[in-house]
T-cell receptor, first 113, second 113 residues
Framework: DAGITQSPRHKVTETGTPVTLRCHQTENHRYMYWYRQDPGHGLRLIHYSYGVKDTDKGEVSDGYSVSRSKTEDFLLTLESATSSQTSVYFC????????????FGPGTRLTVT | AQSVTQPDIHITVSEGASLELRCNYSYGATPYLFWYVQSPGQGLQLLLKYFSGDTLVQGIKGFEAEFKRSQSSFNLRKPSVHWSDAAEYFCAVADGGYNKLIFGAGTRLAVHP
């Protein structure tokens, strides 16, 4: 299995509080991604990174920000959590683009009350 | 816009029966296609991928998929299903230069003994 960990694995927070999810990899892969999984929608891309300090928005980026200060860590922040951000969040990594698959972490289940 | 459609939300098969999960994509250029499997409470595992060449691709766990450009389809098949195949299956297409994935909504497979 690819060396990807996510922390925390479960979190319950209140509306309006900031939340940071961490993705850590030991594969030294250049590309990292954050997805959210919701019933009926599959997985949708929130943000991605193509190098240290290089990030861009995905399909559902509103209300989220990211940072990547080291190759191995990709942080997802919800500045002010809302109930609509209750979801399961997955981090993925890839060694390249064309011809490369993504490897997924175990996920973080976030509940916003 | 690029999209992936999995027409079947739930499928139930008997153990030992054959399986076909449907996937249709909309993509302007040559698609790079993937099938992932997710067991309950787990992350996603890559079953197989198509980039070019042979239109019939073999994957892990006895799965195969056939790319049909004329039908914009990439259906997943298995000749004999095992109870351990019960899971959710996602089809995805890579979008753009940074290998961002667009997922279908998923098909949940139940296997009856």
């Amino acid at each position: 299995d690819a060396g990807i960990t996510q922390s925390p694995r479960h979190k319950v927070t209140e509306t309006g509080t900031p939340v940071t999810l961490r993705c850590h990899q030991t594969e030294n892969h250049r590309y990292m991604y954050w997805y959210r999984q919701d019933p009926g929608h599959g997985l949708r891309l929130i943000h991605y990174s193509y190098g240290v300090k290089d990030t861009d928005k995905g399909e559902v980026s509103d209300g989220y920000s990211v940072s990547r200060s080291k190759t191995e860590d990709f942080l997802l922040t919800l500045e002010s959590a809302t109930s609509s951000q209750t979801s399961v969040y997955f981090c993925a990594i890839s060694a390249g683009t064309v011809g490369y698959e993504q490897y997924f972490g175990p996920g973080t289940r976030l509940t916003v009350t | 816009a690029q999209s992936v459609t999995q027409p079947d939300i739930h499928i139930t098969v008997s153990e030992g029966a054959s399986l076909e999960l449907r996937c249709n994509y909309s993509y302007g250029a040559t698609p790079y296609l993937f099938w992932y499997v997710q067991s309950p409470g787990q992350g996603l595992q890559l079953l197989l991928k198509y980039f070019s060449g042979d239109t019939l691709v073999q994957g892990i766990k006895g799965f195969e998929a056939e790319f049909k450009r004329s039908q914009s389809s990439f259906n997943l098949r298995k000749p004999s299903v095992h109870w351990s195949d019960a899971a959710e299956y996602f089809c995805a297409v890579a979008d753009g230069g940074y290998n961002k994935l667009i997922f279908g909504a998923g098909t949940r497979l139940a296997v009856h003994p």
